[in-house]
């Protein structure tokens, strides 16, 4: 079936430091790929998105490129800061079955410290 | 402020003791959802609602019911919890499924609520 793997956390950086969490999936057709995030005691919030290969998500300073050739949707920030502590998940957008779902991977917890 | 509550927060129960957690949307949503998450595992769907009285089982659905009579509300209920349903539970909700059309709705994530049951 469809599945999401992500790298293992914790990723723990200095502030302004290059940050890169990967995202791999496993599709049958072309689903739409996201990353949410979740900030600690909250629930997920929609980070970006990117519904067709090649297409590039953005928000807050974070980038994905969804890149079908490798299965693959990293999530990228130039310079981290410690507001950016969180748990980011990846995810795609599933319509086996019948119907509209989506499937997240495990979660990758982020640790910015000053 | 448009917004998705769940109550309680935080919970600890004991083993068979029935249990509801509410989940309410102010957004005129028609689709709602409801997952788990555990480490290591991300959010695993439970049940989801396309509409009133429209209720389908998700991915890990044993154990649990839920119901649609209204529109904002769709409380998931746990006739006798066990330990292993102890998680970090999540109701979310949209405009309408997550992919229709083509276009993505946007789900929206209540606060969390966790759950112990001893």
């Known amino acids: 079936g469809n599945s999401v793997t992500q790298m293992e956390g914790p990723v723990t950086l200095s502030e302004e430091a290059f940050l890169t969490i990967n995202c791999t999936y496993t599709?049958?057709?072309?689903?739409?790929l996201f990353w949410y995030v979740q900030y600690p005691g909250e629930g997920l919030q929609l980070l970006l998105k990117a519904t067709k290969a090649d297409d590039k998500g953005s928000n807050k300073g974070f980038e994905a490129t969804y890149r079908k050739e490798t299965t693959s949707f990293h999530l990228e920030k130039g310079s981290v800061q410690v507001s950016d502590s969180a748990v980011y998940f990846c995810a795609l957008s599933d319509r086996s079955g019948g119907y509209n779902k989506l499937i997240f991977g495990a979660g990758t917890r982020l640790a910015v410290h000053p | 402020e448009a917004q998705v509550t769940q109550n309680p927060r935080y919970l600890i129960t004991v083993t068979g003791k029935k249990l509801t957690v509410t989940c309410s949307q102010n957004m005129n949503h028609e689709y709602m959802s409801w997952y788990r998450q555990d480490p290591g595992l991300g959010l695993r769907q439970i049940y989801y609602s396309m509409n009133v009285e429209v209720t389908d089982k998700g991915d890990v659905p044993e154990g649990y019911k839920v119901s649609r009579k209204e529109k904002r509300n769709f409380p998931l209920i746990l006739e006798s919890p066990s330990p292993n349903q102890t998680s970090l539970y999540f109701c979310?909700?949209?405009?309408?499924?997550?992919?229709?059309?083509?276009?993505?709705?946007?789900?929206?994530f209540g606060p969390g609520t966790r759950l112990t049951v001893l």
């Open positions: 979310a909700s949209s405009l309408r499924g997550p992919l229709t059309s083509g276009s993505y709705n946007e789900q929206f």
């Open positions: 599709a049958t057709g072309y689903p739409s």
